[in-house]
């Protein structure tokens, strides 16, 4: 199967937490990105990688860090979770103008 | 840099009316757009790519307007059906790795 996996799918934890949450993709494409997805359905792009090197970066906080290994993995840490960083966090690739997406991690920091 | 604006945030229709969704862009230089469907607690599914030399698209049970000229991008539910609430997003694509996001329309088709 081809797709885009991410894992875990729900994570809830304190606040001053790190985190990770990893992306894998099978399509063979050749860039990745990470999205957060606040609770009003807001998209904000947050890393983009393309063969391993940083592509654009929005501006996140500094707690938050891209990491990827090889151009089929793009994974996500957190540092210090804050409770503005509760929400979905999306993984997607693309080659061209063809993007798939990954079915989310949900973070919850009580 | 781009700008998209996406109309209306919210928009409940009732089953068998049509569902219309309008995406603004800024950039004469974009030359691809999308349109996504996302359900709840599900991810964005695509429901059309669109090329900026199409004007017009046709879905099941949806059509995809292109205007270039008042670079205008809409999406229009043709028979909403309850299957159909979810919340919409359209993206333009400008260059490789950049693609802007319009803030989404949730959709709620009344029985």
Redo the contacts between chains.
Sequence with gaps: ETAVFQTPNYHVTQVGNEVSFNCKQTLGHDTMYWYKQDSKKLLKIMFSYNNKQLIVNETVPRRFSPQSSDKAHLNLRIKSVEPEDSAVYLCASSRGQDYTFGSGTRLLVI | GEQVEQRPPHLSVREGDSAVITCTYTDPNSY?F?WYK?EPG???Q?LM?VFSSTEINEGQGFTVLLNKKDKRLSLNLTAAHPGDSA?Y?CAV?TN????I?G??T?LHVLP
């Design positions: 691809y999308f996302q599900a991810s964005l695509l790519k919340a997003f694509w490789a790795y950049k693609v996001f803030k989404g949730h």
